[in-house]
C-alpha cells in the first residue's frame, strides 16, 4: 500500500472488513431478504390495494424470441379497478408477475393476440400458479381468436401429470381438481374486423384485427375503464386498425421492430454463414412495425403517450434505446418510452395524468 494516503487506506480496509461480514453473515442475510420478499408479496396479495381507482398497466414481459436481460417473452398486465387480466403469456410471464408482486391468484382471464410461442409459451405456468395460489375453483380462462381451442387443449396434455401430482401431494383443499388447467373462450372475428369481449358500466374490453400475416388471425385490444383507456397492438404491421382504435387513447403499447439494426443482424449472421438465421432476419422485417411507423400512428391519432413492447432487435443495455428509435421522435409529440419488464404505468380516473414507475 505504499504510495497510498492513510485515509485511502483506511477505506480499503474498512471495504475489505465490511466484505469479510457478509461472507461470515450471508446465511442471516439472504433469509432476511426471503422474509421480506414475502412479507411484501403477502401484503400486496390484492394487487389494487393501496393503488388509485383507474386503469395500471405492468409490463411483465417486453421481449420476442430473442429475449435479453431487459425483455423477456411478450406479456403485459391490465389492472382495471380490481380486475386483473394479462395479455399474452411468453415464457417467464408468471415469475414476472411474482416479481412486481402482481398476485397470478388474482387473475381474472388471459388475451391471447396470437399463437406464436412466445405469446403463449408461460400459460402453462401462470395457469399452475394461479390455481394453487388462490385454490381456484375454475380454470383460467383464456381468450383468443379461432385456434385457441387447440392450444388451450394442448397446454392442458402437458400439464394433466403435473397438476395430478399435485392434487396428490398438497390435497384438494389447496389444489381443488376443478380449477386445473386453462379453459379456452374463443371469439369470432369472420363478420366484423372488431368485437367486444366484455361490456360492463365501468370496463369494455374490446378485440380488434390487425394485419400480421401469414398469421391469421391476429388481434389487438383496447381497454376503456371509467374514462381512461390503452391500447395494445399485438404483432403487426403498420396497421389502419391500430390508428383507428387509438384515437385519443391515453396509451398506447406497440410492437417495435428496427428494420436498421434486424438488418445488421442479418449480415452478420451471413458473414458467418449462419444462412437460416440470416433468412429469419430478412423475414421478419415484413410483418412487424417501425418505430418510426408506429410513431406516426400515434401523432395521427392524438396518442397521449407512446411505449414499445416486443422489441426486435434484442437491446440489452438501455444505451442501444435510442439507436432502436431511430427517427420516431420527431414524428410523434408526445412522450415515448422502450419499454422493459417491470415498466408501470398508472392512469387513474378523473385525471389525464399518467404516471410512470418501475416495479423490477
Known amino acids: 500500500m505504499k504510495g497510498l494516503s492513510r485515509s485511502a487506506i483506511f477505506v480499503i480496509l474498512a471495504l475489505a472488513f465490511s466484505g469479510v461480514l457478509v461472507w461470515i453473515f450471508r446465511g442471516a442475510i439472504a433469509e432476511r431478504l426471503i422474509l421480506r420478499f414475502v412479507e411484501r408479496a403477502a401484503a400486496t396479495a390484492n394487487p389494487a390495494a393501496g393503488l388509485p381507482d383507474g386503469l395500471h398497466i405492468g409490463l411483465c414481459g417486453t421481449g420476442s424470441p430473442m429475449t435479453d436481460p431487459r425483455h423477456s417473452g ?8 380490481d380486475r386483473l387480466f394479462i395479455v399474452d403469456a411468453g415464457p417467464g410471464s408468471a415469475a414476472t408477475l411474482n416479481r412486481m408482486l402482481l398476485n397470478p391468484g388474482r387473475v381474472e382471464a388471459v388475451l391471447l393476440t396470437h ?11 401462470l395457469a399452475l400458479q394461479r390455481w394453487v ?10 381468450y383468443g381468436p379461432p385456434g385457441v381451442d387447440s392450444v388451450v387443449d394442448g397446454i392442458n396434455v402437458a400439464y394433466a401429470n403435473d397438476n395430478d401430482y399435485r ?34 358500466p ?4 374490446t378485440a380488434f384485427l390487425v394485419d400480421h400475416g401469414p398469421v ?13 383507456s390503452v391500447v395494445i397492438s399485438g404483432d403487426t404491421r403498420a396497421s389502419a386498425a391500430v390508428e383507428r382504435e387509438s384515437m385519443k387513447v391515453d396509451l398506447l403499447i406497440h410492437e417495435g421492430l428496427s428494420p436498421r439494426l434486424v438488418a445488421l443482424m442479418e449480415s452478420g449472421f451471413a458473414r458467418h454463414a449462419r444462412t437460416a438465421y440470416a433468412q429469419v432476419m430478412a423475414d421478419i422485417r415484413n410483418y ?12 395521427r391519432a392524438g396518442v397521449r403517450m407512446l411505449v414499445f413492447n416486443h422489441i426486435v432487435p434484442p437491446l440489452p443495455s438501455r444505451f442501444l434505446d435510442a439507436r432502436f428509435l431511430g ?14 419488464d417491470g415498466d408501470w404505468f398508472s392512469l387513474p380516473t378523473g385525471s389525464t395524468t399518467i404516471e410512470v414507475d418501475s416495479r423490477p
Open 167 to 200: 392434487i396428490a401431494h398438497h390435497g384438494e383443499k389447496i389444489a381443488p381438481p376443478a380449477g386445473r388447467g386453462l379453459a379456452a373462450k374463443e371469439f369470432s372475428m369472420e363478420s366484423a374486423d372488431r368485437t367486444v369481449l366484455i361490456d360492463s
Open 327 to 340: 427517427d420516431a421522435s420527431s414524428r410523434y409529440d408526445g412522450p415515448i418510452r422502450v419499454g422493459v
Open 216 to 228: 391469421k388471425p391476429a388481434v389487438g385490444y383496447r381497454f376503456d375503464y371509467k374514462g381512461r
Open 74 to 81: 411478450p406479456c403485459t398486465a391490465v389492472l382495471a379497478g
Open 133 to 142: 395460489a388462490a385454490s381456484a375453483e375454475s380454470p383460467l380462462d383464456v
Open 288 to 299: 412487424h412495425t417501425s418505430p418510426e411507423e408506429a410513431a406516426e400512428i400515434a401523432q
Open 115 to 125: 399463437f406464436h410461442g412466445d405469446h403463449v409459451g408461460g400459460l402453462g405456468d
Open 202 to 205: 365501468s370496463l369494455k374490453i
